[in-house]
């Protein structure tokens, strides 16, 4: 008989599913809220259902969603009544239609692929009536339905979504025009769009993105000069288009025909393009796969998931093109964190490596190069980030040994690049490439450039060519090691610390700190074990500031002519009491309720700009009183946060000021610290520690979780004196967030010197700090294991300066080995020596595996059994006849499929021999007790010959010990049931041991001369027990 699955699990009208997937949680909610406006409609002529559902709305916020999605739904899955549906939509919705902007973005952003084909178009219909109505939030919408528009693809379906998302913007430009980041978004995903469509099937959709991008670039050209560096990129590869050439000559050669504002080319290419809009040209699947690649597989095991990636993305003839969204998103967007580039994840360098290899046309090969390259030709170290270009550099190291060709094209494009890529600005190009390899040996992403520029696996011509083009590289300090081909290099350290990729913040935000590198990614030396785990120290490095004065030309004349005089009163002010006065004057103006909020952009900007110098520098005093703490917070910049702190959190004017700081927290990333050191320092703010919290929902970031953890990382690299004394406040104050947080410790510990540290355990023991609670200490001593020797001390340092029990954290033996983490055993064994033992803590010492150099087990005790002999010869006892009553193939089975130590008889008796060893040329009786020895007896009257043979000394201790047959069977009975492990259904276990001895006497052929006094203390208690 045939089975019939999909009658049992009917197809869904809104996700196409197969009979294998379960069913999906929105689309069951959304046929539950279908089913309700059904009830509530059904069988009512159109006026009467129009008056129930209004009436349902009103009883209450739950009955509003449920009806809004309910017509939702519908509207996707029935055509013929989506202009109903939507009308009573707007009728009916009392929230600007929140409920259902959130619903299409979880739509786009999780289940566009799997949508049905008419949901699909009833979706996009859906998004053009909201545009029409001017619905607020639509441009958002608008923005992540671009971004499912793939690139190199020209399936007919991607094409139909192109087309259609184009007559939207269109037909609507006047509203686009209303949003500076929708111009921008928009062009920058056309011009990209523009490559794919060449076919002369496509010429007609081609004309109309081309018509779109040229309209939008010459009419709201300072809008799209927001893009950056990677405008020009786009446009150089369709510059041959006709409309374009003329937009590319004027670009080149007229850029006041563009905008008065634009003084050149080398304006738009010095400014770094924002992540948000690298990342807008991956599809939500595309960037999900690559953030998993990056983060979650091993360097070793990535060719499967690669394999999947290309045989998805990658395979068609058009898709060439992908390759420099997928690089330049790789390189500008994803920065691993700092435990990423510590562990053997797959490293960044690696997927470009294999991006460049799957390039198979000349055309594509040298796009993709010069999208690797393309931040070093104007990078500046002030503005840009290592991590945009360490990726380049590490692709040709690594790729030195197994790929020399790809190292020698890649070496060849930098040196041709220069004069080529714009002759006009050749030395521009030629200083950004010097910043860069200057910044590379700064930074120690590599010791040194010469064993790469001059290396013999390279061609005559080329080396040549670098030694001209790059003298200062090319020397070694040092002779090279004769018959080494190896270069010792060293991996970049994260500067940026979250991996939330799709932020709306500048791309320049966290790139301005100083960076840190860990020490050699390759073993070079081949002779340590393979398991050995490598050390990561961090080289912190200062640079010298150079004093500029402040430049706002590019931004003061956007404001109003009140406010752009007070801006440049505060540039042409020299004390701080005018700067004072002048900025509580622009808080006053932005207070004001026609004040426009589309200057507050620009605004921030100047400040970020004439404020520099205030962010330069210690923030706390050397000397710390309340006269001192004051006058540190009598910055022009402070103002804002007191005017913030003498409001009400429901004033008009707080929201306001909030998005001011937010704005300039975009510009100026240091104005979060500065704004918890003012809420400790400062009096008037006094208990209004929340404020933050207030102030990190309204940034870009919306987290109060990510905010508070680069706050605290760009805190950590300026100043850090200053972390150590915001660490009592943030630790108290956000508990949630910093309690859990491996992340936060290991900033602190990675940093603090001696003294810091005595006085962060001071804070501890007096009651003003809490950094451990029970439920996450474990798992944050877990994760420190990986760190460096004094960040370990010192976190363990801090854990003791707690009344946290230690039992709490007894469980982190199991994953502690002896040569890899010995910071944590010593810890701990100074700690356990201080302790009377207990059964959990028994049992963890003796999970350890044996092994001759491990002295942990064996040292701790004999400890106890000198302090404490009696109670752990009570807990040794019970654990050996626990162990001995589970059969020896569970026991087996359980230590081997476990990862972590687990406790099985064999390591007990190790344990127990070892330290019979240690104990024999002692006067201590620890072996001598009473439970000891009929515990001894208990194992020795089951185990099998081997044990025996194995521990026959350990054995020997209990031999003399006649106690038990110097009973009465019915005595020797009970014994065993008096122990408090054994009271509880003794005779199952015995029955076992019968069991077990019966089967060993039977595979043993021969007897050895003391087997019957053996057999005779075990078969009694056997044979009484047998009955």
């Known amino acids: 008989m045939e089975p019939s699955p999909a009658k049992g699990k009917p197809q869904g009208r809104l996700l196409v599913s197969t009979t294998l997937d379960a069913k999906d949680e929105l689309e069951e909610r959304l046929e539950r809220c279908v089913a309700i406006v059904t009830s509530l409609t059904n069988g009512l002529s159109e006026r009467e259902a129009n008056d129930a559902i209004t ?33 009573d939509l707007t009728l009916v919705n009392r929230d600007g239609m929140n409920v259902i902007l959130i619903k299409i973005n979880q739509i786009l952003m999780e289940k566009f692929l799997k949508l049905q084909d008419v949901c699909r178009t009833q979706l996009v219909w859906l998004v053009r009536e909201l545009v029409k109505s001017a619905v607020i939030g639509a441009d958002g919408i608008l923005m992540t339905l671009m971004k499912q528009i793939a690139g190199g693809d020209i399936t007919n379906k991607n094409l139909w979504l192109a087309e259609n998302v184009l007559d939207i913007v269109v037909e609507q430009r006047e509203w686009v025009l209303k949003s500076g980041m929708l111009i921008a978004m928009s062009v920058y995903t056309y011009l990209r769009l523009i490559v794919d469509h060449g076919t002369p099937a496509l010429l007609v959709l081609r004309q109309k993105e081309v018509d779109f991008c040229i309209g939008l670039l010459r009419e709201k050209f300072m809008e799209c000069f927001i893009i950056g560096r990677d405008l020009v990129r786009l446009l150089q590869i369709v510059a041959r288009i006709p409309e374009m050439e003329l937009l590319w000559k004027d670009l080149l050669h007229n850029p006041q025909a563009l905008s008065p504002q634009f003084t050149g080319l080398l304006q738009l290419l010095t400014a770094r393009t924002s992540r948000k809009f690298l990342a807008c040209r991956l599809t939500p699947d595309m960037e999900t796969k690559l953030l998993f690649m990056t983060s979650r597989v091993r360097f070793g095991q990535q060719k499967r998931y690669q394999d999947w990636f290309q045989r998805q993305y990658l395979s068609t003839a058009e898709s060439q093109s992908l390759r420099c969204d997928l690089i330049r998103y790789i390189c500008g967007v994803v920065h691993p964190s700092n435990e990423v580039l510590s562990s053997d994840i797959l490293p960044r360098w690696a997927i470009i490596g294999w991006l460049l290899t799957t390039c198979t046309s000349n055309v594509a090969a040298s796009n993709a190069k010069l999208a690797l390259f393309y931040d070093w030709l104007f990078f500046s170290p002030e503005k840009d980030s290592i991590m945009n270009i360490e990726p380049a550099i590490l692709v040709m190291h690594h790729s030195m040994k197994p790929h020399p060709a790809i190292t020698a094209t890649l070496l060849d494009f930098m040196c041709r690049i220069i004069p080529h890529f714009f002759p006009p600005l050749e030395g521009q190009v030629r200083q950004g490439v010097f910043n860069s390899l200057t910044f590379i040996m700064e930074k120690r992403v590599l010791a040194h450039l010469a064993p790469l520029f001059d290396n013999p696996k390279l061609d005559r011509e080329l080396r040549s060519m670098l030694r001209e083009r790059f003298p200062e590289f090319c020397s070694s300090p040092s002779p090279p090691t004769e018959g080494r081909d190896e270069v010792k290099m060293e991996e970049s350290v994260s500067l940026e610390m979250d991996n939330h990729v799709l932020l709306d913040k500048e791309g320049g935000c966290y790139d301005n700190t100083e960076a840190a590198f860990s020490d050699d990614e390759e073993e070079i030396n081949n002779k340590g074990e393979g398991n050995k785990k490598r050390e990561f120290r961090f080289h912190p490095i200062k640079e010298a500031i150079i004093e500029e004065p402040a430049d ?148 870009a970031l919306g987290d109060l979780h990510t905010c508070l953890m680069m706050d605290m990382k760009a805190c950590q690299e300026d100043d850090i004196r200053l972390l150590c004394y915001l660490t009592p406040s943030i630790y108290t104050e956000f508990p949630d967030e910093t309690l859990r947080s491996a992340e936060l410790l290991n900033m602190i510990v990675a940093v603090i010197d001696s003294t810091q540290l005595q006085e962060l355990m001071c804070h501890v023991m007096i009651g003003n700090l809490v950094m451990f609670r029970k439920d996450s200490v474990l798992n944050i001593l877990i994760q420190s294991l990986d760190w460096e020797t004094f960040e370990q001390y010192s976190t363990w340092q801090l854990f003791l300066a707690h009344s946290i029990p230690l039992e709490t954290i007894i469980p982190i033996l199991q994953h502690l080995k002896y040569k890899e983490h010995p910071e944590a055993l010593s810890c701990l064994l100074l700690q356990l020596r201080r302790e009377k033992p207990s059964g959990e803590m028994v049992k963890m010492v003796l999970s350890r595996p044996c092994h001759p150099e491990d002295q942990f087990t064996t040292s701790i005790l004999r400890h106890w059994a000198a302090k404490h002999d009696d109670v752990l010869g009570e807990h040794i006892k019970a654990l050996l006849i626990k162990n001995n009553n589970l059969p020896r193939k569970r026991q087996s089975l359980r230590s081997s499929s476990s990862k972590l130590a687990q406790l099985t008889l064999e390591q007990i008796l190790e344990h127990m021999d070892n330290l019979r060893l240690n104990l024999s040329n002692t006067k201590n009786s620890f072996f001598t007790q009473t439970p000891i020895l009929q515990a001894l007896q208990h194992v020795q009257a089951s185990c099998d010959e081997a044990h025996k043979m194995r521990f026959s000394d350990l054995f020997s201790l209990a031999e003399e010990y006649e106690e038990p047959s110097s009973k009465p069977p019915k005595s020797r009975r009970k014994a065993p049931a008096s122990s408090p492990r054994s009271r509880k259904g003794a005779a199952t276990p015995v029955s076992n041991e019968e069991e077990s001895a019966s089967s060993s006497a039977s595979e043993e052929e021969d007897s050895k001369p003391k087997a019957p006094k053996r057999k005779r203390k075990g078969s009694s208690a056997v044979a009484s027990d047998s009955d």
């Open 552 to 699: 706002i030309t590019p931004y003061v004349d956007q404001l109003d002519d009140m406010m752009k005089e007070k801006v440049l009163q505060l540039q042409k002010g020299s004390d701080t009491e005018t700067h004072c006065e002048v900025m509580q004057e622009i808080v006053d103006l932005i207070l004001e309720e026609d004040f426009d909020s589309e200057q507050m952009s620009t605004l921030a900007s100047c400040l970020a700009e004439l404020f520099k110098g205030h962010f330069r520098g210690d923030v706390l005093p050397d000397e710390i009183t309340e006269e001192s703490l004051e006058e540190s917070v009598c910055k022009p910049v402070c103002l804002v946060f007191r005017n913030l702190c003498q409001m009400q959190e429901d004033n008009s004017g707080f929201s306001v000021l909030l998005e001011m700081l937010a704005e300039l927290y975009q510009k100026q990333p240091k104005i979060g610290y500065h704004l918890l050191y003012y809420l400790k320092a400062s009096k008037a703010a006094m208990g209004k520690m929340s404020l933050y919290e207030s102030f990190a929902q309204a940034t």
């Open 55 to 87: 009436a349902n709305v009103c009883k209450g916020p739950q009955q509003h969603e449920e009806v809004c999605l309910g017509l939702f739904a519908l509207l996707l899955t029935e055509p013929s009544q989506a202009q109903r549906c939507y009308r």
